[in-house]
Structures are given as C-alpha cells and as structure tokens.
C-alpha cells in the first residue's frame, strides 16, 4: 500500500506498547483510515471497519467472542475502524481492555462525531489516550508535495518555535521564495484534506471539496446529530465562512438567519465537534477595558472554507487574502499552545496572543511589516518577552521597547 507519512504516527508510536486503548478521532476524510491500514501492516495487526455490518453485529452481541476471534499467540494489534457506528462503543471497548489489555492492543478510530453522540470518554477513564487527525499542516503537505524544500522549511520552523519558547535569534534567511509562496497559496486554496492535495486538476480538487461538504452534511450532520433542517444548517455554515475570522455575534446571526438562540448554539457545537470550525475566544486578564465573551470563528481546513463560501480565486484576487492568511496560521499556532485573540473595547487589537508555560506571545498576520497600534498597545500593556509579525518582506529580529520581535513570512510557522 502506498503510504504517505503523518506526522501523528511520531506520537502514536510511544504508546505502542503500553497497555492503553489509542483512540484517533477526526474529520471525515482526514486519512484515519489510510492510517489504520498502515498501522496494520507495520505492526502485523488485524484491521476491521466497524462500517461492516457482520463485524459491528457480532462486536454488539458478543465482544468476548468478538475479540478472541482476533487474539493469536503473542499479544495482538487489533485495529477498529468507524467505531461511531457501534452502539455503546465505550461499555464494550472498556469490557475488552479489562479482560484482555494483556493479549489484545487495541486502536481505533471514530470521526468527528465520535465521543460526542456515544460518550466514550466516560467509560475509559484511565484506559485510553486520545489523538487527532486532522487535514494536513503545511509541514505535512511540504512532505508530501516538496520533498526537497521540506528540509529547508523543517530547519527554519525548528529555529522560530526555538525563539518564541526561549527567545534564541533564528536565521531567517529566505531562499526559494517564490517556491514556498506558490505551494502555500495552493494549500491555502485547496486546503489539506489528503484526496484534495494529491489531486493535481485544480477542478477535480473542487469538486472533491463540493464532495465532502455534500457528503458531511448527509452523514455527520444528518445520520449522527440528527439534524434535519439542512438547508438552514448549510446557511449557517456559509454565513459563517463569509464570516470567516470577525467575531461571532449570535444576534446577527439570529436576525439574518431567522433562527432561535438555542439553534445557533446547537448547530456552533456540531461544527465544532466536527472538526470544521475553530473558536478562539478572547484573552484578558481582568482588565475592565477587555473583550471577554465574543469568540472568533475560524475553519480546521481553508479549503473546505472556500468550498462552502464559493470562491477559489487565486490569491492575489481575494480580498479575503489577509483572513486566509490569519486563519492558516492560526491553525499551526494551536500546535504550540492555547491561541486567544486580544480586543479591547476601544479597538485595539491583537490578531493572536500564544500562551506557552506562563508566557504569553503576542502574534501578528501582516501583509506589510508595519506594526499597528494595537499590537504595539499590547507590547505596552503586557510587556511580552518576545513577541511574532508573520509578513510578506522585511524579515529578521526587532525591539520595541523590552519586546524582541521576530518577522517571518507566513510560509515559515
């Protein structure tokens, strides 16, 4: 089977042979599968689809049974698939663990529904470490599209991550420019689901994304939360990614849209746990001038944002340029830590503040390099140690006041 590598496997690998049960939960065509099948074959594992409806009946009926089928000799990787599809998947998995976590390993899989409709978690206290799976990162997509330039950009993340957790200087030389601008305008585009980026037909990738917004309404949304309003829902949806990146005022939302409070709040946590947008909710400390409820709400994936919102313009034509941009790098930040957004009620505002181990970092989107007021308000107010402006030119290390400020093109986080 051809394999292309995830980043996740890393992670995955340390648990290997401990007893826990691995569960990867994620967004329906985010590779799980793909992973699944690998796994299997790397560690000489049994793999089963829960979709398939004699081994989810038989896992339903007799789990006993179900799991000495797989048990051989030496202890065994059995690898579950689709397991949102299994009625009381977590009684049965934690009945397995306890009577054969010393013969059986298992890993298993469910989508953005899983653990929400079925509550897993409350059956495997202690028994289970949780993973994501997301569409891919840039660092993911540079392996899978530039193998060559993935070094390149492998070594310079390394040296920013460096600088933003202990302030030590990076090189920010830029070479290949032009190459890195025009593999991130396609991943912000198309986005990082694994069908979309091997696809190299720009149309073939569109209808690819069509596809999967079609198909996530009829099955997450429709078969698993019940929802049956999907005209309403889909409104929602492109309301939010016109929306993409401003705060969410559920009054607006309200009137525009007609729908009641308690709507909104359902379908907003639908998304959610569906791994299809992200919020970001305010940072303060206190401080009476602070926003302190409005959220922010961003997309897990940029293309599928632009699938819903109906736009797949190059880069340089949008004029949502600066929203893709900030929603891409929002994405690789939440990788380092907990991202907020700063506001004050005058205004001034903070695209990102990353909080790391007590430190906070405040963090910039810029097409230009200039510096705005509410970034340098922030550096005043808070007096950050170290500080972030992704840009398009005038790259290297600044101070403002006691803050050092590192300016990095966006392709770099």
Do not use: C
Not at 97 to 107: E, H, P, Q
Not at 164 to 178: A, H, L, Q, Y
Not at 341 to 352: I, L, N, P, Q, S
């Amino acid at each position: 089977m051809e394999y292309y590598p995830r980043k996740i496997e890393e992670k995955m690998d340390k648990w290997i042979k401990r007893p826990e049960i691995l569960i990867v939960k994620g967004p329906r065509q985010a590779g799980k599968t793909t992973l699944l099948l690998h796994l299997a074959e790397k560690l000489g594992g049994k793999y089963a689809s829960l979709e398939d409806e004699d081994f989810k009946n038989s896992l339903e009926r007799d789990p006993k049974s179900f799991a000495r089928r797989f048990m051989e000799g030496r202890k065994t990787v059995l690898l579950l698939d689709e397991a949102q599809y299994l009625r009381d998947v977590g009684k049965r998995l934690k009945l397995i663990y306890d009577l054969y976590s010393d013969r059986l390993k298992l890993i298993v899989t469910g989508s953005g529904s899983f653990d929400v409709k079925v509550e897993v978690g409350k059956y495997l206290v202690g028994r289970a470490a949780y993973f994501e799976l997301l569409p891919l990162s840039f660092e993911e997509f540079l392996m899978w599209k530039a193998r060559d330039l993935h070094k390149l950009f492998a070594d310079r993340k390394k040296e920013i991550v460096e600088f933003v957790k202990t302030g030590k200087r990076p090189d920010i030389s830029v070479v290949f420019e032009r190459e890195f601008r025009e593999l991130l305008e396609e991943y912000l585009l198309f986005g990082g689901y694994p069908a979309v980026v091997k696809e190299d037909d720009r149309e073939m990738k569109t209808e690819l994304l069509r596809n999967l917004a079609r198909t996530y309404l009829e099955k997450d949304v429709f078969f698993f939360f019940d929802v049956r309003h999907l005209e309403t829902f889909n409104s929602f949806m492109k309301y939010l990614a016109v929306a993409n990146g401003a705060l969410l005022n559920v009054s607006s939302v309200m009137r525009e849209l007609g729908m009641d409070y308690k709507t909104v709040r359902h379908y907003l946590s639908v998304l959610q746990h569906t791994y299809v947008i992200t919020r970001v909710a305010p940072f303060h400390r206190n401080r009476a001038t602070e926003l302190k409820k409005a959220a922010k709400v961003y997309f897990v994936d940029t293309g599928l944002r632009n699938s819903i919102a109906g736009g797949f313009a190059p880069l340089e034509t949008r004029v949502d340029r600066g929203v893709l941009l900030e929603n891409f790098i929002l994405n690789e930040l939440r990788a380092l830590g907990e991202v907020r957004y700063w506001r004050t009620t005058g205004k001034a505002e903070v695209d990102f503040v990353l909080q790391l181990e007590g430190d906070i970092v405040p963090v910039e989107v810029k097409t230009e390099a200039r510096a705005g007021r509410g970034f340098l308000s922030f550096i005043q107010s808070y007096r950050p140690a170290r500080a972030l402006v992704f840009t398009l030119r005038k790259f290297g290390v600044r101070r403002i006041g006691g803050t050092r400020v590192l300016m990095v093109p966006h392709f770099f986080v």
